[in-house]
């Protein structure tokens, strides 16, 4: 059998889109955009949500209190990435799953304010357990990225 070379192909998917998104995600966002960070209730286990959630994940019962959290957050866990990714920060970038103190959530967001120049000193800085606090943009548009990152607090 004749050997066939190798070849590369390069492709893009970017696909534009537009969603509505209900009275919890927009009261959710718009906390966002005015620098608050609003997580909601569960009715029924009392378990607070952020991001806010129009039912709880735990008992499915709806979460209609709304709840302005105080930005005091946890590391879970995180990752450094070395090379570049669809929207991260310029590598090398900590992307980390958080979770502000008293939800029953994680997220997923950047974390900075760690000099990540040297790798082997990156795990000196950053510690699972440690307490984060927001940075906000000072332009805000109303979604999840209003905060650039978390910072050690």
Not at 22 to 40: S, V
Request: charged letters at 25%; glycine letters at 8%.
């Amino acid at each position: 059998m004749e050997s066939i070379e190798n070849q590369k192909v390069d492709y893009s998917w970017d696909i534009p889109y537009s969603a509505v998104l209900g009275e919890t995600y927009a009261i959710f966002m718009k906390g966002m955009k005015d620098k608050k960070i609003m997580g909601n209730e569960c009715k029924s286990c009392k378990g607070v949500h952020f991001p806010a959630k129009p039912f709880c994940e735990k008992c499915y019962e709806a979460c209609e209190e709304w709840v302005e959290l105080d930005g005091a957050a946890t590391l879970v866990t995180y990752a450094v990435c070395y090379i570049p990714m669809p929207h991260l920060p310029k590598p090398p970038s900590i992307t980390g799953i958080i979770n502000f103190n008293g939800s029953i959530l994680n997220f997923v967001h950047n974390v900075g304010g760690i000099d990540v120049s040297d790798p082997t000193k990156v795990e000196e800085q950053l510690t699972v357990g440690m307490k984060l606090k927001p940075v906000w943009k000072d332009v805000r548009e109303g979604d999840m990225f209003d905060i650039d990152y978390f910072e050690p607090a």
